[in-house]
């Protein structure tokens, strides 16, 4: 279907190697003229899938913004002349000061709200990308896994994965930003709940191993999973004001 063997080879061999980066903008409004959204501000590595998305948000994030400072009307100043008059005389047009000064206000406030969300999925992204490239043979990290899905599953009200939150949150001030640093501490309590799991698994030397993952997954306590969660997780959630009963599948 390829056009075989030989075809396959000269494909694997010639085609180009393509160029994926990371897009930090730290600017993204020009004195209320000019605004970037999207890839502009923040191109990011697709390995989360969550290109498109964020320069949704963006959409979302700055017509709300501009709707906050807009008069009645939705204009930021009342008309002086009919709009045909100010095309008319476009080349001598300059705005209303007014008006200068709350595009510019609007443009800073969704440059602030957006820039470090921007950051946060960019650095998951890439995040995600050593994960999928260094660890899924990993034996530590494919049992933090298993406890992580274990723990999601059981305490669902009070723990979702960073995955989740990511691709399932945006509601309930569940942001890329809040996700970020709440996965930091969960990765911190989940290494520390299966230390002693861990090293077990370490220490098989054949290719059982692989075999052993659910059952230690299984060993690790649920009651000291939840002390932890209740001790580390919840007061940040708290913090960040996120609600994790909008994170859903569907």
């Known amino acids: 279907m390829i056009g075989g063997v030989e075809r396959a080879i000269e494909q694997m061999i010639q085609n180009p190697n393509g160029l994926l980066g990371t897009v930090r903008t730290t600017n993204w409004s020009a004195k209320g003229r000019a605004v970037l959204l999207g890839d502009a501000a923040h191109a990011i590595v697709p390995f989360f899938g969550q290109g498109m998305n964020c320069g949704f948000e963006d959409v979302h994030e700055i017509v709300k ?11 930021f100043s009342e008309p002086q002349s009919s709009l045909e008059s100010a095309l ?3 080349a001598d047009f300059v705005m209303d000061p007014a008006a200068a000064d709350k595009w510019a206000s609007a443009f800073d406030e969704y440059s ?8 946060a999925i960019a650095d998951m992204a890439l995040e995600n990308f050593e994960e999928m ?12 896994k298993r406890v992580e899905n274990r723990i999601e599953n059981c305490l669902g009200d009070k723990f979702r994965s960073r995955y989740a939150m990511v691709c399932y949150g945006g509601a309930g001030n569940v942001t890329y930003r809040n996700a970020f640093r709440l996965g930091e501490v969960q990765t911190e309590v989940l290494k520390e709940l299966i230390v002693n799991q861990a090293a077990e698994l370490e220490a098989i030397e054949d290719d059982s191993w692989g ?18 969660i209740d001790e580390r997780v919840v007061p940040l959630q708290r913090e ?3 609600d994790l009963s909008t994170v859903c599948h569907h």
């Not at 913004?65 to 204009?75: L, N």
């Open 112 to 119: 602030e709200a957006r820039t470090t969300n921007g950051n």
């Open 240 to 242: 960040l004001g996120i």
């Open 88 to 90: 008319a005389g476009a």
């Open 211 to 228: 075999e052993q993952i659910q059952r230690l997954a299984d060993s690790v306590s649920m009651e000291e999973a939840e002390r932890l």
């Open 133 to 144: 490239r260094d660890r899924v043979g990993d034996r530590s990290f494919l049992l933090q």
């Open 65 to 75: 913004i501009i709707d906050k400072y807009a008069c009645s009307g939705g204009s």
